[in-house]
């Protein structure tokens, strides 16, 4: 028996692609909605699909990450404020396309890298977990968006 320990959506929308609705902005608000999807018939499905086709058995979903925020090096209060900035995000399509239609332009690099990532290049913002941000280096060329509502 292999056992993956604290995965997420975008490694599981590998197998299901339909897991990777997770990874996309503003789809939920809070930890209380995420849960109630994966309580659905639909979230069901995809995990049945997951452990037939791919023989991953999913033991819980109750991991919580905490909401995602834009690290930038401007203020950001709406998404049209995100035109023109060079975002780091994985590579997971739902990811890319989620900020190119916010106008954001999608730059897919390692989490490692999240740290430097908005120093003036190779991108303008990231959109780190909330960990990251309590890292004094994460700070170092940040201005933290001032509302939660461009969270995800």
Known sequence: MNVAVNTDAARLGQYV??????????????????????????FKN????????HGVKVLSFTFYDGPRHFMTNKEIHAPEDLKGQRIRTIGQEVCTESLSAMGATPISMSGARCITASSPRPSTAVRPRIPLLSRPRSMKYAIPSPRRAISS
């Open 46 to 53: 995809w995990e049945k699909e997951l452990e037939e086709k």
């Open 17 to 42: 692609s339909d897991f990777s609705i997770f990874m996309m902005a503003y789809f939920v608000d809070d930890y209380d909605e995420g849960y109630a999807v994966t309580q659905t018939e639909t």
